[in-house]
């Protein structure tokens, strides 16, 4: 493994996870130790200290909301942590690999050509979005096909067209031209985590175990969250569209510890179902773009005047709640492309992305999961339901600050063999990618359900007025 002056990278996971729990209103961290290899990837971002420092903060705000102090140490694995980036990637079922098999209805893509020497990236991992982005470019989904009819377009003007029908995709700007535009200085400018009282109430008593977590998100962010406070003793209930189902490997990932509803919104009946089960909530998690849930009443200015007690709403956004890109759609790999990510890791002239594929999901969720945190601690102090914000665009912000070439090495992502957590549940016996810091999850949360598998109900009675 790669090394680098000694007592650089503590120093730097102490600045990032302090600096992410000083946003969240959280004391700093206590002492902690990095325990094994520390992996460097082909990548000018220090993205196994970043992945640790996030990693660390959740301990950390975790034990300060669990037991009302944090621990004296942590222990913290940094190639657990890098590891953690893209955890399906490591998964397994009965210690075999799965077949990826949506990957083969996905539309291709990839950074193509476009008229005025730019590079696009077009993205379409739901069938809805594929056939979208094809009919929009009259082609097939194929590679040389898609470079054809891309290739016809200057790349503002197939950016702006394709945020005008809803789709996803961005041209790969370069960090400075992300900052200087319009969307990138608004977003530069907002806080990391936005964490805001909504009302006041009195003070909340009870810990973490049994809460009950509303589950409304989708790809990989939102879902993360909720999975946090499953692996806590929480009752986590998903509530996903039957026509459009996440992947199956997110499934396995995101889902573990939680029960899994069909809901469709436009259902009169479905709908009501799914408001009564907010009325009673916690925490309500939401990762569609902002004010796609309000038009049904589930953002958190619709669920206030229904709640029927003080709760925690989380909303994960792609470009931020508000401002130029507030209501665009994008996935994780499109904000790299659109922040400037792809363009640090260029290679002859083409972007790439991260080495470790994905970047802003999970440390986006483990960011809201912070901030959820910081709000339950709120509640059982002060009291009220609170708001808490953050965005994929807005973490990739955060981390171009911590760009440095001297931070290279050649280690393999693909080549990493994390340590895995056994679990059982429908799926059969699945291997996970094992948390970083220890003593996080002792790996006794059950496994993944399927999509649809459980009633839109709560499986116990609440544990709090």
Same mark, same amino acid.
């Given at each position: 493994m790669a090394s680098e002056h000694a007592g650089a990278p503590e120093r730097r996971v102490r600045a990032i996870a302090d600096d992410l729990l000083a946003g969240a209103g959280l004391p700093s961290l206590t002492a902690f130790t990095l325990a094994g290899p520390r992996p460097l990837l082909d990548t000018p971002l220090p993205l196994t200290d970043i992945a640790s420092a996030f990693q660390l903060a959740v301990a950390h705000a975790t034990a300060l909301v669990a037991e009302d102090t944090p621990r004296a140490h942590y222990e913290v694995s940094p190639a657990q942590a890098l590891a953690g980036l893209e955890?399906? #990637?490591?998964?397994?079922? #009965?210690?075999?690999?799965?077949?990826?098999?949506?990957?083969?209805?996905?539309?291709?893509s990839g950074f193509y050509p476009t008229a005025d020497g730019r590079w696009f990236l077009p993205s379409g991992s739901y069938p809805h979005l594929r056939d979208g982005t094809l009919a929009l470019l009259d082609c097939a989904n194929t590679a040389p096909a898609l470079a054809a009819a891309i290739r016809r377009w200057p790349a503002q003007e197939l950016e702006d067209t394709v945020a005008g029908q809803g789709l996803p995709g961005a041209w790969a700007r370069t960090p400075e031209a992300w900052l200087a535009s319009d969307a990138g200085a608004a977003i530069a400018s907002a806080p990391l985590l936005t964490v805001r009282p909504l009302r006041a109430g009195a003070p909340t008593v009870g810990g973490?175990? &049994?809460?009950?977590? +509303?589950?409304?998100?989708?790809?990989?962010? &939102?879902?993360?969250?909720?999975?946090?406070f499953a692996f806590l003793g929480g009752d986590v209930l998903r509530i996903s569209s039957p026509a459009q189902p996440d992947p199956l490997p997110q499934i396995l990932d995101t889902g573990i510890g939680k029960?899994? /509803?069909?809901?469709?919104?436009?259902?009169?009946?479905?709908? /009501?179902?799914?408001?009564?089960?907010?009325?009673?909530?916690?925490?309500?998690?939401?990762?569609?773009?902002?004010?796609?849930?309000?038009?049904?009443? +589930?953002?958190?200015?619709?669920?206030?005047?229904? =709640?029927?007690?003080?709760?925690?709403h989380v909303s994960v956004s792609a470009y931020g709640h508000d401002g130029p890109w507030g209501t665009r759609k994008a996935f994780d790999q499109v904000v790299q492309a659109a922040t400037g990510i792809v363009a640090l890791h260029a290679r002859e002239g083409k972007p790439r992305l991260s080495p470790t594929r994905l970047l802003t999901d999970y440390l986006t969720g483990q960011l809201a999961i912070l901030g959820t945190l910081a709000a339950l601690r709120q509640r059982q102090q002060a009291g009220g339901s609170w708001e808490v914000r953050v965005s994929l665009a807005r973490v990739a912000t955060y981390l171009l600050a911590w760009a440095d070439p001297s931070?290279?090495?050649?280690?393999?992502?693909? /080549?990493?063999?994390?340590?895995?957590?056994?679990?059982?549940?429908?799926?059969?016996?699945? #291997? #996970?990618? /094992?948390?970083?810091? =220890?003593? +996080?999850?002792?790996?006794?949360?059950? &496994?993944p359900h399927p999509l649809g598998s459980s009633p839109a109900a709560w499986a116990h009675s609440p544990l709090r007025p």
């Open positions: 955890p399906t #990637h490591f998964q397994r079922i #009965h210690d075999h690999r799965f077949p990826q098999s949506s990957h083969g209805k996905e539309l291709k973490l175990a &049994g809460l009950r977590v +509303l589950d409304l998100s989708h790809v990989i962010a &939102g879902p993360v969250v909720a999975r946090h029960r899994n /509803a069909f809901a469709d919104f436009n259902d009169p009946d479905d709908l /009501a179902r799914v408001r009564a089960l907010a009325t009673d909530a916690d925490i309500v998690v939401d990762s569609w773009r902002p004010g796609a849930l309000a038009r049904f009443g +589930l953002d958190a200015s619709g669920l206030l005047p229904r =709640a029927g007690r003080d709760f925690v931070h290279q090495g050649g280690d393999s992502f693909d /080549a990493l063999a994390p340590q895995l957590v056994t679990r059982h549940g429908p799926f059969g016996t699945t #291997h #996970h990618v /094992a948390p970083a810091v =220890a003593g +996080l999850d002792g790996g006794t949360t059950p &496994g």
